[in-house]
């Protein structure tokens, strides 16, 4: 599972929610690394959330490379939708929680989901991909997902089953987490991995 680069929200410290957004000039470079790396593995399936910013993060996996499976654009792969904080600064939800009185993970806002809406949507698409994708073997394909930091962040939620010590949504932009499901068991076997961005350090 990969993060979407930087996009231009990312830098002006916005909340984009669904918004579909744009990469910045550093988040497509970002891109490139993070696809020059993706180009050394081989995936039985491609999923990739259907708002803008992850659809430009693939894309340079996708040029010139015929090899690959056929990408399915999901919707539920989406970042929290922030309804009326969309657009506002970083900190608007925690302020408006906190005047509230609700706790952060159960608030949504008018038109906005609950961090706990977001982990049973994630939770229903690993079930989903689990059965759809299952070798017969007990094993699920290798499976390739670009979303977001909020909703990676509740996929290995969901998949370890937390009801405390949630992950907290700190995901680096293209980092890169790896889930291995076996005989219906997850294990988180790589989080938050940035080293493939390394040799782009001084340009990043």
Known sequence: MSCSGESTSNIGKIIQGQAPGELSSRGQRQAQALCTYLRTQTYDTIYCSDLNRAMQTLAPLLENNASLPTVIYDARLREKACGIFEGQPIGSQERAAKLEGTDLRAFRGQGAESWEDV???????????QQAHDRGDGETSRILVVAHGGFIKECLNAATKRKTNFFPNNLCNCSITKLKFRQGRCTLTEKNNVSHLKAMSEQL
């Open 119 to 129: 982990m049973q949507r994630a939770a229903l698409f690993l079930q989903d991909i």
